[in-house]
T-cell receptor, first 116, second 110 residues
Framework: NAGVTQTPKFQVLKTGQSMTLQCAQD?????MSWYRQDPGMGLRLIHY???????DQGEVPNGYNVSRSTTEDFPLRLLSAAPSQTSVYFC???????????????FGSGTRLTVV | AQSVTQPDIHITVSEGASLELRCNYS??????LFWYVQSPGQGLQLLLK??????LVQGIKGFEAEFKRSQSSFNLRKPSVHWSDAAEYFC????????FGPGTRLSVLP
């Protein structure tokens, strides 16, 4: 099925560990992004990409790295996990402009990360 | 800078009652405006969107929203709420990026 696939769905990390959250989309969307969702704060943009080889920081980028080597994949790396990074992470993709934007964002199902 | 506010953190309505969820945005130009719904443990689903034209837009699940430029608002409405509408609702804009409001949690009483 077409859409955004995130793995894993759940993860527990120890403080200081690193890991990569995977995100893949098969809709040929140029725009991909990562959000974290925390109670009462909505979704906050971590990093985004407007195409392969192009990434930029969002509102809360510290402690996270991204790369975009292909149109389909946009992994999010936690370099040294901290308890403050306990959150639900969503990957989303979209067309950038024009009538395709009518579809808004397509969201993955989320990754629930706990850092202990 | 873009921003979105949703003044109501939590709203409770009785099943069958009408609903209005408030959203205010800040953006220099006319933004693209969206409403999303998130059921517990799920991702976000697009309810409706506004880009231009008719300021009253219809969405899925019987929802509608009205864009009011003078008030910088894009409020979501439904004439009769069903128990299955209990969820969290997010207003969002797209200017340079997608920016989401903090969300409004809707509870529905039987």
């Amino acid at each position: 099925n077409a859409g955004v696939t995130q793995t894993p769905k759940f993860q527990v990390l120890k403080t200081g560990q690193s890991m990569t959250l995977q995100c893949a989309q098969d809709m040929n969307h140029e725009y991909m992004s990562w959000y974290r969702q925390d109670p009462g704060m909505g979704l906050r943009l971590i990093h985004y990409s407007v195409g392969a080889g192009i990434t930029d920081q969002g509102e809360v980028p510290n402690g996270y790295n991204v790369s975009r080597s292909t149109t389909e994949d946009f992994p999010l790396r936690l370099l040294s996990a901290a308890p403050s990074q306990t959150s639900v992470y969503f990957c989303a993709s979209s067309r950038l402009r024009g009538t395709d934007l009518n579809y808004g964002y397509t969201f993955g199902s989320g990754t629930r990360l706990t850092v202990v | 800078a873009q921003s979105v506010t949703q003044p109501d953190i939590h709203i409770t309505v009785s099943e069958g009652a009408s609903l209005e969820l408030r959203c205010n945005y800040s953006y220099g130009a006319t933004p693209y405006l969206f409403w999303y719904v998130q059921s517990p443990g799920q991702g976000l689903q697009l309810l409706l969107k506004y880009f231009s034209g008719d300021t009253l837009v219809q969405g899925i699940k019987g929802f509608e929203a009205e864009f009011k430029r003078s008030q910088s608002s894009f409020n979501l409405r439904k004439p009769s709420v069903h128990w299955s509408d209990a969820a969290e609702y997010f207003c969002a804009t797209y200017g340079q990026n997608f920016v989401f409001g903090p969300g409004t949690r809707l509870s529905v009483l039987p």
